[in-house]
């Protein structure tokens, strides 16, 4: 069946309706759709998340939800895929928790090094900087680093690890000589004729630097890795079409809608500055009629030389105690009323704010932080989808940046010997997916009524449809083999100093009760 206008089966193809007539986006490769104005949306996202509240408080919480101040690996090291791999019964559970207790421990020194040997630029730890990457992922759209084998920071008392991170701005990332995209070169990213990355071209400087003008017309071909596998350039982006080969903000779909929420936030609070403003004017007893026909009369003229002589002596003015001058004879005050309406406000930043956060895969009471209108019900609905969004979002990021620097510290260790291995173990290279799996962890979702939600917990735990493992990470972000560890400890100090022990310390003393509605109690 024809659409209404009878031309075309589907009204989404109509080019003669008036909503349709002047729709005619252009169908571009995913390349030319992102490459060609990156620069210009870029430049635009990064102002209004430098001055706008709204866009900078959006970067923020995702940040903090998704990366957090600590994010880490668990070694999940594969060992029935290594068993499988040599026949060798000594990969089994036991094997995998010492090398995992190995790998993490050598972790956190490198990673947490006070010497922050682990950065290039010694500024970060590495939770800081890939905090840093995933927040040029939003804002930009890509995250990019650079790994660094230096072994001319070992000893001394200075690096144990030679891999090191230097986080680069994505705006270096370009073509040489600011070309436009040619066969195998697309955005900086170089290609082979399989579409696979293997080089990037990064300026020495970024290209507002002006004092290192020189390095700026000047770019660095950076292989993506070396001849045996090992990371160099890792390049982490959200696509949204295959064969892209940049990414976009998460802003880019609502920059102009926020940027008019920016202006009429501007606007209304300039008029209420203004409407805060007391304006009056004094009136003389003579209507412009009387003071025309007047206007050469002595009367007339001796009362305006009187006006002007009394306002000389004494200035009208009113001061912060609200005095009220005295008048000429005749004289009086009136008052301007600068009202203007602004019941629409609301309504409008509303709408445009739940558009945003829509967008940015949050909800609205975490963009605004206004939880006012919420009850537990749909607070914790809320929560729980965008929790769906960040954990997507951490990941994507942890399978595409922070793995690829894992493995990369994890075949140092392996090359120094500080993974316990057993004999006929395969070489790193060789089984490298097994021993680097991993599992990433950030920040905790949390509780909207931790009460409920713990008990809801336990019982998901007793009905053997989770484990400890999985409620520890998800809701509190840590290590439940480190919970446990930490409780043992707490139960064995109360034991030490002749306390009873309390009830969480003793076996079956809680027995969990049907979980209620909070809002039906």
Known sequence: MLNGSGRVPYDAADSFSDAMANWQPALWSPDNEV?????????????????????????????????GANFRPIAKVDYRALALQTGLKAFDAKWADEYGRAVEAAWRNWANDPGRYCDVERKKTVSQMLRLAFRHKLVDGDALAVLQYRTDRLGHGRARYATTIQIIDPDRLSNPQQVFDMLNIRGGVEIDDDGVPVAYHIRKAHMGDWWSAEKTMTWERVRRE??????????????????QH?????????????????????????????????????????????????LNTDEVLAYQDMRTDYHNDKRISLQSGARMPILAPGEKIDTVNAARPTSNF????SAALRNVAAALGISTQQLTQD???????????????????????????????????????????????????????????????AYCRAQWMGPGRGWVDPVAEKKGAILGMDSGMST??????????????????????????????????????????????????????
């Not at 070396?226 to 064969?243: K, L, M, N, Q, Y």
């Not at 609301?346 to 930043?349: K, R, V």
């Not at 034991?495 to 039906?520: M, S, Y």
């Open 35 to 67: 490459n060609i104005y990156r620069d210009r949306i870029v430049s635009r996202v990064r102002d209004m998340a430098r001055n706008d509240g709204w866009a900078s408080g959006s970067v923020t919480r995702i940040l903090d939800n998704a990366v």
């Open 226 to 243: 070396t001849s045996w596998g090992r990371p160099i350039v890792v390049h982490d982006f959200d696509g949204d079409r295959a064969a």
């Open 246 to 294: 940049r990414g976009s903000s998460i802003f880019t779909p609502i920059v102009q809608r926020l940027k008019m929420l920016i202006k009429y936030d501007e606007v209304e609070l300039e008029s209420s500055i203004l409407n805060a403003v007391f304006g009056a004017y004094i009136t003389s007893p003579y209507d412009p009629g009387l003071f025309a026909d007047s």
């Open 346 to 349: 609301a309504a409008f930043e």
């Open 371 to 433: 939880w006012s209108d919420v009850n537990y019900s749909s607070a914790r609905s809320a929560m729980l989808e965008a929790w769906k969004t960040l954990t997507r979002r951490r990941d994507d990021f942890a399978s595409g940046f922070a793995q690829p620097i894992f493995s990369s510290f994890i075949e140092e260790l392996h090359d120094i010997g500080e993974v316990p291995l057993p004999a006929g173990a395969p070489e790193f290279l060789a089984a490298k997916a």
């Open 468 to 521: 400890l493992e999985m409620e520890v990470s998800e809701n509190v972000g840590e290590d439940w083999e480190e919970l446990l560890d930490q409780r043992a400890r707490e139960i064995e100090a109360f034991k030490e100093r002749g306390l009873p022990v309390p009830t969480w310390g003793q076996a079956d003393t809680f027995a969990p009760q049907t979980i209620k509605d909070p809002e039906a109690q």
